[in-house]
């Protein structure tokens, strides 16, 4: 069901690390989702109501993980105004600062519009670009500007795949 239904893929996602040690509390959440759900079952993707194209949304909280200190991402894709892509989930790294954190998120959700880009391509259905919208000035400038700083040094290289993407004119920033 979490791969037909991105309202509850957050909620899904985080109940599921409690899978193995539930309790009451825990019972009762998942209550709640299938009620939710019960009450939810019409709902649909509609394509075409809002928008054309693709847009993207990334985002992802500061250490919200109270036992690890990791960060949750997340980035939803639309396709004509309904979701076709989605993740949750907690990021591999712990992140030192919210810059940081919504770094790894446009980085994670850069990679599944590259992919989404050259899938339309192979489709012959080619695309100039895919609008990103985040909500960290801090991590925008370190995706757009190749400038090393003294205090981003430490992030991984493995995030700055961002940056040669926003060159190559395949993800343009939003606000």
């Given amino acids: 069901m979490l791969g037909t239904r991105p309202d509850i893929a957050y909620a899904v996602t985080r109940m599921s690390q409690f899978a193995a040690n539930p309790t009451q509390d825990h019972l009762n959440k998942a209550l709640y989702i299938c009620c939710y759900l019960a009450g939810t079952q019409n709902y649909q993707l509609v394509y075409g109501q809002k928008s054309e194209g693709f847009h993207a949304f990334a985002d992802s909280d500061w250490g919200s993980d109270p036992s690890t200190r990791r960060s949750t991402t997340g980035h939803l894709v639309f396709l004509a105004g309904a979701v076709t892509s989605w993740l949750s989930r907690a990021q591999k790294t712990v992140a030192l600062s919210s810059t940081e954190a919504e770094y790894m998120s446009l980085s994670d959700t850069t990679r599944q519009l590259v992919w989404i880009h050259s899938l339309m391509g192979e489709l012959r259905m080619p695309i100039t670009y895919i609008p990103l919208c985040g909500d960290n000035q801090g991590a925008i400038f370190n ?33």
């Fill in 143 to 175: 995706a757009t500007n190749a400038v090393t700083e003294k205090r981003t040094k430490h992030m991984d290289i493995h995030f700055h795949y961002i940056r040669e993407v926003v060159e190559q004119g395949k993800v343009v920033f939003t606000l």
